[in-house]
Nanobody, 115 residues
């Protein structure tokens, strides 16, 4: 079993920055990828960024150049540095991890971008 706990969400003004964290525990040694998704009110959950087991990354076009995904292997924690946030960034952000054939999700952390 794997547990994921997100943190770092909150209220930020347009143009501001936030850093989200996703702490993983349990059987994560064989993970293949970790990712951030977000779900805005009334919309589907969309991929934001993904990082694989060797550090390769991929971003949604809407966040390229503004968001950075990273992972601390010692702390077993994934991060999402979000810069130049705009109101379209308002959503619940979820992290997930793929371990062998299983996928686990965190409970989400809410981000609100508003003046």
């Amino acid at each position: 079993q794997v547990q994921l706990v997100e943190s770092g969400g909150g209220l930020v003004q347009p143009g501001g920055s936030l850093r989200l964290s996703c702490a993983a525990s349990g059987s994560t040694r064989r993970f293949t990828s970790m990712a951030w998704y977000r779900q805005a009110p009334g919309k589907q959950r969309d991929l934001v960024a993904v990082i694989d087991s060797i550090g390769g990354t991929h971003y949604a076009d809407s966040v390229k150049g503004r968001f950075t995904i990273s992972r601390d292997t010692v702390k077993n924690t994934m991060y999402l540095q979000m810069n130049s946030l705009n109101p379209e960034g308002t959503a619940i952000y979820y992290c997930n991890i793929a371990v062998s054939l299983d996928v686990y999700w965190g409970q989400g952390t809410e981000v609100t971008v508003s003046s």
